[in-house]
């Protein structure tokens, strides 16, 4: 199987997942709502973003093995993927002690971090206390999922995330409807985690079980070189928890409780779309790794420059929804009290282009080795954005949060980041500007105007008309951005796949510009 073809079922699964869980979380939310309340709902949000800084204690080690199991496979080293998985299953079992120790010094600072009262710390410390449990438990397991994304066991993987987002709705629903509260959103998020990495084991065995045989006890060495390995990408982990998943803490800290609920039900959508839209590249990015590893300086030079592009053609087409459609989306969704207003709705859809562009700044070099680097730069542009965040916040509430993140993600971010990529990637430092940034940009000014033309004259239409204009902008920003995207391998299959049931071929050639 070819890495298209890979990365082509990989993204349709991302798809599929994504597609399922954002329609799951549409109907969760409100679901969710009803049965904890707003505020509680919102406290539990911002109680999460702190907890989760201790999963950032196994210092990038899981995120690393894919890229390091993959180039092996690509030498056809198996020695060497046995190595880095038993290493890395070691530094993971370390990490999860570690993170065990920070997950208690954090559940017992958090009542006064975001001012809990008696009667909130007794609804929501117990469930924490178990989420934090069960994820320490499941944290090892992961190193299996981690070979399977190496060696590109796309259909499992896929399959497999799709039972999770079931598994946690199922969960969900039938635990808050026995009255458990907050504790079913806790069970809901560990219990998957756990029977998914017992899977994950299980076919590990069944497909690859050389690599679960004649296991040597890896030393000190090779454990320590798995953190090092780990480092640039731990470090853009805490970069990036600080970046996008610390707004909801910042604003409870200053005791805005009602703006954490009504600034996640307005990033919602956004945040979904976005995620969707990293799928055909993040699919591609072990097969970029297996590239690299076959040393094809040529092909990799065009497939990094193509891929921006994809990246950055299906952020514009994500930001123009948002423009035209969340406001009548949120409002119709949760209620017009849970809107951030219209000025709060522009700088998400400025985020999600500014955050899409600073992933796709971030992923490609650390794949192609400049972990150390990147990550360092993420972690002080994230550091800049708490410090902006909690100044602006306080002066501006919600809107001042998210210029925060303007900032960090568009400015500082691909400042310091701009040169690691240049070295990973060997592209002069104009590249990325005259071949990427400026045709999405001249492509990107009508669409931007259609957007904004649509939310001032759609009003608030009933939610089935919204979602279906929503999707209607996402066809038209697809189609005008196609020029941009059609060259890379997972994207023109699907477009083929699709052109396939349609009466009309309008798809350009694949090397249009």
């Known amino acids: 199987m070819s890495r298209t073809t890979r990365a082509t079922i990989g993204a349709v699964f991302g798809y599929v997942r994504f597609g399922t869980a954002i329609v799951v979380g549409l109907w969760l939310v409100p679901f969710t709502l009803r049965h904890v309340g707003a505020a509680r709902y919102g406290l539990w949000l911002a109680s999460g973003e702190l907890l989760a800084y201790a999963a950032l204690a196994d210092l990038g080690v899981l995120a690393t093995v894919p890229w390091l199991i993959a180039e092996a496979d690509g030498k056809g080293d198996r020695a060497r993927m ?71 066991d796309v259909r499992f993987t896929g399959a497999l995330s799709l039972f999770s987002v079931a598994m946690n709705a199922l969960i969900t629903v039938v635990l808050l409807k026995r009255g458990l509260g907050l504790y079913a959103l806790a069970l809901a998020n560990a219990v998957p985690a756990v029977l998914i990495g017992l899977w994950n084991l299980v076919r590990v065995g069944s497909i690859a079980p050389d690599l679960l045989r004649h296991w040597e006890k890896p030393g000190w060495a090779a454990i320590r070189s798995m953190f090092v390995q780990g480092m640039g990408t731990s470090a853009a982990g805490w970069g990036w928890r600080l970046i996008s998943a610390s707004d909801g803490l910042v604003l409870a800290s200053l005791g805005n409780r009602t703006a954490v609920a009504a600034l996640a039900c307005t990033n919602k959508l956004a945040q979904a779309l976005v995620q969707l839209s990293w799928v ?87 794949v192609l080795g400049q972990r150390l680097q990147i990550g360092t730069a993420t972690l002080a542009c994230g550091l800049i954005h708490v410090a902006l965040a909690f100044g602006l916040g306080f002066r501006l509430g919600v809107v001042g949060v998210l210029i925060a993140g303007v900032i960090s993600h568009g400015i500082v971010f691909a400042a310091l980041a701009w040169r690691p990529f240049t070295r990973a990637t060997g592209m002069h430092e104009t590249a990325l500007f005259t071949d990427v940034l400026w045709p999405w940009g001249l492509r990107m000014i009508p669409l931007v105007a259609i957007a904004f033309a649509l939310e001032q004259f759609a009003g608030v239409p009933r939610l089935p008309y919204t979602i279906g204009m929503g999707g209607a902008i996402a066809v038209l920003g697809m189609w005008y951005m196609r020029p941009l995207y059609l060259a890379f391998g ?17 798809a350009p050639r694949a090397d249009a510009t």
Request: proline share 6%; charged share 10%.
């Open 82 to 152: 046995r190595a880095v998985l038993t290493a890395g299953g070691s530094a993971a079992i370390l990490s999860a002690a570690v993170c065990a120790l920070i997950s208690f010094v954090l559940w017992l600072l958090l009542p006064s971090v975001v001012r809990m009262g008696p009667g909130e710390r007794d609804a929501v410390l117990g469930p924490l206390l178990v989420l934090a449990l069960i994820g320490v438990v499941a944290h090892p397991l992961r190193v299996f999922q981690s070979v399977l994304e190496g060696v590109q």
């Open 280 to 366: 055909p590249c993040d699919s591609g990015l072990v097969g970029l790794a297996h590239l690299a590893g076959e040393q094809r300086g040529p092909r990799l030079h065009d497939a990094i420059v193509v891929m921006v592009r994809v990246y950055m053609a299906l952020a514009g087409s994500v930001a123009c929804i948002v423009i035209a459609m969340n406001p009548a989306f949120v409002t119709r969704w949760v209620g017009p009290e849970l809107f951030a207003g219209g000025l709060a709705n522009i700088l998400i859809a400025i985020l999600v282009v500014t955050m899409t562009f600073g992933h796709a700044l971030a992923v490609v070099p650390s």
């Open 490 to 506: 997972p994207v023109r299959a699907l477009y083929d796949r699709l052109l396939y049931w349609l009466p009309l071929r309008l």
